[in-house]
């Protein structure tokens, strides 16, 4: 479905309101003076989560103007317990995208109604905002100057096996070197960010352009990674994306290896399949060669050990005991995120070094099968 652009609330249409409250919603919270944001919420099955989702929605410290679940082909629950929640649920209507049509459908409904300098904030069903997150994210809007988007930080649900203790440490690494390059971020999260409705506009005017995408829309649905692509168009329309402590949400982690093999090769060929459609250019190229960089990693351990090995047959070198001193070093990291979590089990993880640099390697293995996998244009696998 694709959305007329409009510069701004003084252009509402009566047909425009009128679109919107046939599908359901009460617009009286937009009567509120701006600037006021939207959630917008897809959920595709969610009711294990969607009450949480909601409720820590309506504590905000500023609260949205309009809460929306757009419930995407449901089969249980989830629009009676939205609705419970006080969430207003609009179910779409022929929507195969997945979630970026579900965005999209719910875009088209309110972007007619809202003026540039209101906000959508876009949150997966899964996850639980910090009380002050859009107080927070409207803070680093008025600090940084052409913002295009402010993503949430991202922080793993209380872990509770080794598989989540992983991923919760990675997160919390991804943080860490998020705080220290200044907020700079990959890609503005899906789990939750914060974006301006002028920044969706010029998206939405130039998709089919400058941009590629169906003519009208914001987010791109053929893409695997609707965020990471989304991200991309704002930094080629010449803004900055950017994240902050201040704003966490705790999200959903794979509880099991199966289920976040599918997520990262999802995550790592959708990653690819967008630089390789925007191409090489000033704004793409750091992130090639840090794609690239992340290639070269994968084969230092195999390539050290070949090494190893090669020195004890031809020449028997035997290593140096000497190198077990820069263990520590390689652990230090680890052990300090695994201390600022909080989780006794996650500490002792980091401590034995072993099995995070087991995990570490495995996602290098499933970060080659995804290039293998967008090389030979195998079947696209979600997880839903």
């Known amino acids: 479905m694709q959305l007329t652009v409009k510069a701004s609330a003084d252009q509402v249409t009566t047909p425009a309101s009128a679109t919107a409250e046939a599908a359901g919603l009460d617009l009286s919270g937009l009567h509120r003076p701006g600037p006021r944001i939207i959630s917008l919420i897809p959920a595709h099955n969610e009711e294990e989560g969607i009450v949480k989702t909601v409720l820590s929605q309506f504590a905000q410290s500023i609260q949205p103007a309009l809460v929306i679940v757009m419930a995407d082909n449901c089969t249980d629950n989830t629009v009676q317990l939205a609705r419970e929640a006080g969430a207003q649920v609009v179910e779409t209507i022929g929507n195969t995208a997945k ?6 459908q719910g875009l088209a409904l309110v972007m007619p109604l809202l003026e540039d300098e209101d906000f959508i904030l876009a949150q997966d ?10 107080k927070n994210a409207l803070w680093a809007f008025d600090v940084k100057e052409n913002l295009g988007g402010v993503s949430g930080c991202i922080v793993a649900r209380t872990p509770t096996n080794f598989i989540e203790r992983a991923q919760a440490i990675e997160y919390a690494r991804g943080t860490r070197l998020m705080g220290r390059q200044g907020g700079k971020v990959h890609v503005l999260s899906g789990a939750a960010a914060v974006f301006p409705v002028h ?3 010029a998206i939405a005017s130039a998709r089919g352009k ?14 695997l990674t609707e965020d990471y692509e989304l991200t991309l168009a704002i930094r080629h329309l010449g803004m900055d994306c950017t994240s902050t402590s201040r704003c966490p949400v705790v999200t959903d982690i794979m509880p099991t290896i199966q289920m976040l093999e599918i997520q990262r090769l999802r995550w790592y060929r959708g990653a690819m399949e967008s630089l390789w459609l925007y191409g090489w250019n000033k704004i793409t190229r750091l992130t090639w060669g840090g794609v690239a960089f992340t290639f070269f990693s994968s084969l230092l351990f195999p390539m050290a050990l070949l090494a190893l090995v090669l020195s004890w047959l031809l020449w028997d ?6 190198y077990w001193f820069l263990l520590p070093i390689f652990m230090a990291e680890n052990i300090v995120v ?9 500490l002792r993880t980091a401590i034995l070094f072993v099995p995070l640099w087991i995990y570490d390697n495995a996602m290098f293995i499933v970060y080659w099968r995804a290039l293998f996998d967008a090389v030979r244009r195998n079947a696209r696998v979600w997880i839903t």
Do not use: H, Q
């Open 199 to 201: 920044a969706f506009r």
């Open 338 to 346: 695994a201390v600022r979590l909080k989780d006794k089990p996650s």
């Open 99 to 104: 979630k970026a049509g579900a965005l999209n």
């Open 125 to 134: 069903a899964d996850g639980e905002l910090s009380t002050d997150f859009i």
């Open 210 to 223: 400058s941009l590629p995408g169906a003519a009208g829309t914001v987010y791109m649905e053929d893409s």
């Open 317 to 322: 070198v035997a290593p140096n005991p000497l």
